[in-house]
């Protein structure tokens, strides 16, 4: 029998955004208006239900990536102010070589520097054997999704490091770019997959050493 069951009805994707669109408002009071903040969110949740296998968490996956591209939009206004370098990796699907190199930048860098990743042309998932081959390593990226490459994250990013993805990322002055020519890790087998980490971790390594001061 309808309704019989006593469950609260789900709320629709418009109600959980509207109600992250407050949220990051009251958070971001004084820096941006909250016409943008509504803007950022609907636009973060129709540009990853676009490529998204299962939309389930599409809404809450929707507020995070709206919450830094709020952050890197306050950032690049100098309205928030960036305590450490911003690095941006950005390949083609997000799902490969820029999750690999930001979780390990992350590994390595720790709190002396803020990563951001993106795709000129984002896909479902994160690869199984990028997840894989990152887990040797101690490094979990369960929690992570391929995000679509934005001009507020690239504005807010003091090194851009693409791979693969051609003319995509837009160019401002005062920014380090750098092109990594690194092997698709869809065309490759595991072990293939295992050499363009560790090549990953050879480049960031010499990066963080260029940006970073030493310890």
Not at 121 to 142: M, N, S, Y
Request: charge should be negative.
């Amino acid at each position: 029998m309808s309704g019989a069951t006593g469950q609260a009805p789900l709320l629709s994707p418009d109600s959980v955004l509207h109600r992250a669109s407050e949220r990051l408002a009251h958070q971001f009071t004084g820096m941006v208006s909250e016409e943008t903040v509504e803007r950022v969110v609907f636009e973060s949740y129709t540009a990853l239900a676009r490529t998204a296998a299962i939309r389930t968490h599409v809404p809450s996956l929707a507020e995070k990536f709206a919450r830094d591209r709020l952050t890197a939009l306050a950032q690049s206004r100098g309205l928030l102010a960036k305590p450490v370098p911003e690095i941006l990796y950005v390949c083609v699907q997000n799902s490969g070589r820029s999750q690999m190199a930001a979780a390990i930048t992350r590994q390595l860098a720790g709190d002396r520097a803020h990563v951001r990743s993106a795709g000129s042309q984002p896909g479902e998932r994160i690869l199984p054997e990028v997840a894989l081959v990152l887990t040797e390593i101690g490094l979990d990226v369960e929690d992570e999704f391929p995000k679509p490459l934005t001009d507020d994250v690239v504005r807010a990013a003091d090194a851009v490091v693409t791979m693969g993805c051609g003319d995509a990322c837009p160019l401002y002055p005062g920014k380090r770019y750098l092109d990594w020519q690194l092997d698709d890790p869809s065309d490759l087998d595991v072990d293939g997959v295992r050499r363009v980490r560790d090549d990953i971790r050879d480049r960031v390594e010499h990066l963080l050493s260029e940006l970073l001061p030493a310890r």
